[in-house]
């Protein structure tokens, strides 16, 4: 990972603390947004280096489903919301990002 990725790293604690601290909803919606792009390519490289090591078939399965970890905890967020829309259209997006 490269180096200024490491460093959005330390978003991840601030924006946790900024949600505990009750601040704005945007800050805490913007600090969240530039956390998770280092952790996604952290969960990229770990799956990566498993499926390396696990061979063809346990490593497409486990690119199969960490790959999609990002969707799966949104939709289980925003159903447990009653955010159906979101739903929807979280698994549309992952629909076409897949075919692209």
Avoid: C, Y
């Avoid at 979280?90 to 076409?96: A, E, N, P, Q, V």
Wanted: positive net charge.
């Amino acid at each position: 990972m490269k180096q200024w990725m490491r460093l959005l790293l330390l978003f991840a604690p601030v924006a946790l603390a900024a949600e505990l601290l009750h601040w704005s909803p945007m800050f805490i919606f913007a600090t969240s947004a530039l956390a998770i792009i280092p952790l996604a390519a952290l969960l990229g490289d770990a799956t990566e280096a498993l499926a390396a090591k696990t061979g063809p078939r346990i490593g497409g399965l486990l690119n199969a489903t960490l790959g999609n970890a990002a969707e799966l905890i949104i939709v289980i967020i925003a159903v447990r919301a009653g955010q159906l829309s979101l739903v929807s259209a979280s698994i549309i997006g992952s629909i076409l990002g897949n075919i692209l």
